[in-house]
């Protein structure tokens, strides 16, 4: 286990009233979006931040977690006892401290160090994400307008200027190891698990990851947007597992990730077993496009119907030092936003995708949406237009099974990037 750095976080509140001398350099900012909806985000220095040690109790048995590993704010520590994890456990407490070994086990506690309880990875309920189904300890929902800074490899999340959340991931494979599995994947036919992901199990006849897309040159940009429509022709396989992402994002080379304002269809939070035949949209902060035990983060999921207008913003806020991830549902009003300073703003690549998650199935075209044309799309640095090119992608894989798929760009009369489905 790594050494774990100590220091303090200290929240300085700016007050118009009073004169205060500040010990860190925080703020406090009114951020106003285009759908004029406004959240209020504490910055904050994590660089100073305390793990406490942590104390391991090898004594207790492994639970269940049936469902996203996710801080919860009226949850109380005294509230985890053995018997209320008997039957499975999602929620924990705000200032939860998850630690994923080298072993595939994961343990949580408290915001002393004091453990909470520990879980095997490999036996967690499988849940939705916008690539594939992951398992649910690796997985995390945190409130709309939660901010997350990286230091040292330890993700620290907060909430309203709380510390909300610690994940320290010493699970990861190294390097090596994925440019083996990348390898293999390779002489069996199989696109890299880097850059754009799809991979296909043709034994088991799955798909798990992007069908087609429009991709960009790369860009130095700071705010990237679009619009597009919940396609009102659903999946028609509604009696199976199948999940779908439809979004725009950003991706960073030399950054393992994803960040994605994203649109999902049969959005699963608690295991696989479930069937969720509905939209839901959430801002995503992905990161295990080319490393399968890495932690992704989204904010509160909000209701989409099909035909509703929706939004996806991405766009850097130079006084949070971070990306804004947003997602907006035009017709209901509803946003839903999470803060990520993973990126920076140079040697960008911008994505509009569908992307689809089918375990233990043979997929075919009722697996798929109707077509969705992105529109309105904006690509600025600084509030200027950046000139942009964008090409349309099939992924090979899935056009052997999904037939009638194009991603085409059409820049008449202005830029439009169309998904074409089949249906």
């Known amino acids: 286990m790594k050494t774990l750095k100590t220091g303090i976080v200290l929240l300085v509140l700016l ?14 900012q009114k951020i106003t979006t285009a759908s004029s909806d406004q959240t209020v985000v504490t910055a904050v220095d994590a660089s100073k931040m305390v793990v406490p040690n942590l104390h391991f109790d090898n004594s207790q048995k492994t639970v269940m977690v049936n469902g996203e590993l996710s801080p919860r704010q009226n949850l109380q520590t005294a509230q985890m006892t053995a018997i209320s994890m008997a039957s499975g456990v999602n929620a924990i407490p705000f200032g939860s401290i998850i630690y994923h070994a080298k072993d595939g086990v994961t343990t949580v506690f408290d915001s002393k160090g004091n453990q909470l309880f520990t879980a095997e990875d490999a036996k967690s309920v499988r849940v939705s994400t ?7 300890t690796f997985v995390h929902e945190v409130p709309s307008g939660s901010i997350s800074r990286e230091v040292d490899g330890t993700t620290y999340v907060f909430y309203n200027g709380e510390l909300i959340l610690t994940i ?104 696989d077993a479930q069937i969720h035949n509905n939209y839901v949209g959430s801002a995503w902060d992905y990161q295990t496009t080319s490393n399968p035990n890495k932690d992704s983060l989204h904010s509160t999921p909000i209701s989409v119907l099909p035909g509703d207008t929706v939004k996806g913003i991405l766009q ?58 992105f529109n309105n799309i904006i690509v600025q640095n600084q509030g200027s237009n950046v000139a942009v090119t964008f090409t349309g992608h099939v992924m090979s894989g899935a056009s052997s099974i999904f037939p009638g798929l194009s991603a085409v760009v059409s820049t008449n009369p202005q830029l439009q990037l169309f998904l074409r489905t089949g249906r």
Request: hydrophobic share 40%.
């Open 15 to 28: 007050l118009a009233t009073m004169a205060m001398v500040p010990m860190v350099s925080a703020v406090e």
């Open 130 to 136: 916008p690539q594939n189904d992951a398992p649910a």
């Open 168 to 271: 320290i991931n010493e699970n990861v494979q190294d390097s090596a190891e994925i440019r083996s599995i990348n390898t293999d994947d390779q002489q069996n036919g199989l696109p890299s698990l880097s850059g754009a992901n799809s991979r296909i199990n043709a034994a088991l006849a799955n798909y798990l990851g992007w069908i087609e897309y429009t991709e960009s040159t790369p860009v130095t940009a700071s705010r990237f947007e679009a619009t597009w429509v919940a396609p009102t022709s659903t999946p028609l396989n509604s009696g199976v597992r199948e999940s779908l992402g439809i979004w725009n994002g950003i991706e960073r080379t030399g950054i393992d990730g994803v960040m994605q304002p994203v649109l999902m269809w049969n959005f699963c939070a608690y295991g």
């Open 316 to 373: 850097w806020s130079p006084t949070l030092n971070c990306w804004i991830i947003q997602f907006n549902n035009i017709r209901s009003g509803q946003t839903t936003a999470y803060y990520s300073s993973r990126f920076p703003r140079d040697n960008l690549k911008l994505y509009v995708v569908l992307e689809a998650a089918a375990a233990g199935i043979k997929p075919n075209n009722n697996s798929l949406t109707g077509s969705i044309t």
